[in-house]
Each structure stands twice: as C-alpha cells, then as structure tokens.
C-alpha cells in the first residue's frame, strides 16, 4: 500500500526564519506534488515535480524531490506571515490508477 | 471560467434528506476527482471519472453515495438518506487525464456540506 508521511503536522515559527517540510512516501515513483490550502478554501497546486533531482523554486518555497530517497521537501526560507497555510504533498503511484496519494498536511503558523 | 466550479457553495440539509452536489470541470480535462475533506484532515477520495465513465469508485463510503458524469463533463454526487457523518466539503478537481505525462489536479473551491 502507497502511503504518504509529511512532518512535522503542525509548525509554529517566527517571521524571518527558515524552515523544511519533508514527505516521505513509500513505493516507486516520479511525480510529485505540492498543494496549499488557506483556512477555508480550496487547494492551490504550488509545484509539480517530474524526476529524480528536480527543484522548483517560487519566491521563498523551493521544493525538491529525491526518488530514490522517496523523499520531498519544502523549504520556506525567511518566512513571511502570507505564509501560513496548511502545505499537503500527494504522490501519482505508478500503479494507482491514476490517482493521488495525499499526506496528512503540514499546518504552518507564522508569526509577525 | 477558467477554474474548477462546483455549486453549491453551501448546502444544508436534515438527516435523511437527499442532496446533489455539481462540479463543472476546466475544458477540455478528461479526467474528474470527487474528494471529501474533514476539518484537520487531507482530502479523502471518494471517485474518479475518466470521460463520462468511473474508472474508481473505491472510495465511496456505502452504497448511498453515487456519481454521474454524462456527458464527459459537468458531474454530479449524489447523496441519499444524508448522516450527519455526511458533513464534511466536498471538492472536486480536474486533470488532463490519461494520456498526460503527469496527474496535476485543479480543484473547485469546494461544497460545504452540513447534515443536521
């Protein structure tokens, strides 16, 4: 069974610091995604990850994928308080039958 | 538009009542995903449309829960006999669908439904 772990779940920082989600998955594959969601809305795909190496940067968010580690992250570098949302990473499983496999979802809090 | 719609955007109901929920796709995606989100929780899949027919339903909850999308498009979720454990949002997302390099799905802003 695909499964996908993010930590930490809930993170709580300062304005100005720098901070890495990780996902973790457990089964072969190539692609991965990047989602955010604010309170009360909709996802919002942040980044999509295509290979093993791959890095995407979009103002203070890099995200990186390392397949052969089955790891992501997501790196914030000099928080803003825009920032705070609640980051899911979801992995296309090789053989999922054209699905996403989600994580939890990282809540991230950053104060002014 | 150019985005995911879904309507309602709220929808209260009392226990036992039946409800319909609509997603309109962006044009031309082949590929529809009805999804269902606890507060605090990741979405959960619910089913999944490649043209007009469900290539997984798997993660219906029961048998009171049912889709359709007739004409490859527009879809609707179909909720019989609602539980108050039915409440939750409910979001839909589209994608290019099979046949594309990659799966990045595009969702609505979601139907928030309440049983009483």
């Known amino acids: 069974e695909l499964k996908v772990e993010q930590n930490p779940l809930f993170l709580s920082m300062q304005e100005g610091k720098n901070y890495t989600i990780y996902c973790n998955y457990s089964t072969t594959s190539d692609r991965l995604y990047w989602y955010r969601q604010d309170p009360g809305k909709s996802l919002e795909s942040l980044f999509v990850l295509l290979s093993n190496g791959a890095v995407k940067q979009e103002g203070r968010l890099m995200a990186s994928l390392d397949t052969k580690a089955r790891l992501s992250t997501l790196h914030i570098t000099a928080a803003v308080h825009d920032l705070s949302a609640t980051y899911f990473c979801a992995v296309d499983g090789m053989d999922s039958n054209y699905q996403l496999i989600w994580g939890a979802g990282t809540k991230l809090i950053i104060k002014p | 538009g150019a985005g995911v719609s879904q309507t309602p955007s709220n929808k209260v109901t009392e226990k036992g009542k039946y409800v319909e929920l609509r997603c309109d796709p962006i044009?031309?995606?082949?590929?529809l995903y009805w999804y269902r989100q606890s507060l605090g929780q990741g979405p959960e899949f619910l089913i999944y449309?490649?043209?007009?027919?469900?290539?997984?339903d798997s993660g219906l909850p029961n048998d009171r829960f049912f889709a359709v999308r007739p004409e490859g498009s527009v879809s609707t979720l179909k909720i019989q006999r609602t539980e108050r454990g039915d409440s939750a949002v409910y979001l839909c997302a589209s994608s290019a669908g099979a046949g594309a390099s990659y799966n990045e799905q595009f969702f609505g802003p979601g139907t928030r439904l309440t049983v009483l």
């Open positions: 449309f490649q043209g007009t027919g469900a290539a997984d």
């Open positions: 044009s031309g995606h082949t590929a």
